[in-house]
């Protein structure tokens, strides 16, 4: 069965950092691109970061570049995203999604391209 679990949420204060993991099972992350999403309520999925298959190539939102860092364990079969300063308007519910059509080099942040998606993780940023 394939599968993509998120872990790694939960209640931080403003400030603070996770790392968020995405574990495949049912199938090998070595030839997809990765990507996290995110959901807060009443708004729109945004794109918060992908890296590629070769992990040669990654992507942040502008509100993510330079605190937050995406890296992928192919032996782990597992993904990361690491957080830091986080704020209160990253409080979202996090997906990871996972897509093997992309060029080796190439990942994207158009969440229709995907083709496996994780059951999501939240993050409560808070004081």
């Known amino acids: 069965q394939v599968q993509l679990v998120e872990s790694g949420g939960g209640l931080v204060q403003p400030g603070g950092s996770l790392r968020l993991s995405c574990a495949a099972s049912?199938?090998?992350?070595?030839?997809?691109?990765i990507a996290w999403f995110r959901q807060a309520p009443g708004k729109e999925r945004e794109g918060v970061s992908c890296?590629?298959?070769?992990?040669?190539?990654?992507y942040y939102t502008n509100s993510a570049k330079g605190r937050f860092t995406i890296s992928r364990d192919n032996a782990k079969n597992t993904v990361y995203l690491q957080m830091n300063s986080l704020k209160p308007e990253d409080t979202a519910v996090y997906y990871c999604?996972?897509?093997?059509?992309?060029?080796?080099?190439?990942?994207?942040?158009?969440?229709?391209?995907?083709?496996?998606w994780g059951q999501g993780t939240q993050v409560t940023v808070s004081s």
């Open positions: 999604a996972a897509v093997r059509k992309l060029p080796s080099a190439y990942c994207s942040h158009y969440g229709p391209w995907y083709d496996y």
């Open positions: 890296i590629s298959s070769s992990s040669s190539n990654t």
């Open positions: 049912g199938f090998t992350l070595d030839y997809y691109a």
